[in-house]
């Protein structure tokens, strides 16, 4: 089944404690990408890869890491989270970099504390 | 930059009627429009899409409305069922750029 795999859907940390979320996609796809879903904010964009080693800022980078060392996976680090990064996470992918629908994977509730 | 507006933000209806959902763009160099439906718990959904050299796309009882002139774009759902309640999002791109999500609609069919 073509889907992207986000691990772990639910996370609670304490402040500081580095932590990586993971996406994996089974459907070749070149383009990436890590949105953040906030009660009255929508979803915002946090970075993105357009293939393998390019990587780029989205709207809110701030605190995140990422890499894409192969096409498949695509995790967000987080070095020292802070409460306010309590969110829902969900990785997307997309065939090409741009016009193209995304899929999305089933989202990480993560919560700082 | 480019700019989604979506309206309304809550939408009530009948089981078996019909459900619209209407978007607005800034930025009409857009060319590409999808559409998303997140249910609880879950991550949103393509449903449908549609690009700019088209003015109107339908998938059984979903169908998407383009007007450029106006800048703006719909999504039809046609005899609803209780299943189509979630939470919608248009979402509008340039070339060459990212998406640009609109607020999202929560859509409830009552039986």
């Known amino acids: 089944e073509a889907q992207v795999t986000q691990n772990p859907r639910y996370l609670i940390t304490v402040t500081g404690k580095k932590l990586t979320v993971t996406c994996s996609q089974n459907?070749?796809?070149?383009?990436m990408s890590w949105y953040r879903q906030d009660p009255g904010l929508g979803l915002r964009q946090i970075y993105y890869?357009?293939?393998?080693?390019?990587?780029d800022k989205g709207d809110v980078p701030e605190g995140y890491k990422v890499s894409r060392k192969e096409k498949r996976n695509f995790p967000l680090i987080l070095e020292s989270p802070s409460p306010n990064q309590t969110s829902l996470y969900f990785c997307?992918?997309?065939?090409?970099?741009f016009g193209y629908g995304y899929t999305f994977g089933s989202g990480t509730r993560l919560t700082v504390v | 930059g480019e700019n989604v507006e979506q309206h309304p933000s809550t939408l009530s209806v009948q089981e078996g009627d019909s459900a619209v959902i209407k978007c607005t763009y800034s930025?009409?160099?857009?060319?590409?429009f999808p559409w998303y439906k997140q249910e609880l718990g879950k991550g949103p959904q393509l449903i449908i899409d549609?690009?700019?050299?088209?003015g109107e796309k339908k998938d059984q009882r979903i169908a998407v409305t383009l007007n450029k002139t106006a800048k703006h774009f719909s999504l039809h759902i046609t005899e609803t069922q209780p299943e189509d309640s979630a939470v919608y999002f248009c979402?509008?791109?340039?070339?060459?750029?990212?998406?640009?999500f609109g607020p999202g609609t929560r859509l409830s069919v009552l039986p």
């Open positions: 997307a992918s997309s065939p090409k970099a």
């Open positions: 459907m070749n796809h070149e383009y």
């Open positions: 890869s357009m293939n393998v080693e390019v990587t």
């Open positions: 930025d009409s160099a857009s060319n590409y």
């Open positions: 549609i690009r700019s050299n088209v």
């Open positions: 979402a509008a791109s340039i070339h060459g750029q990212n998406f640009v």
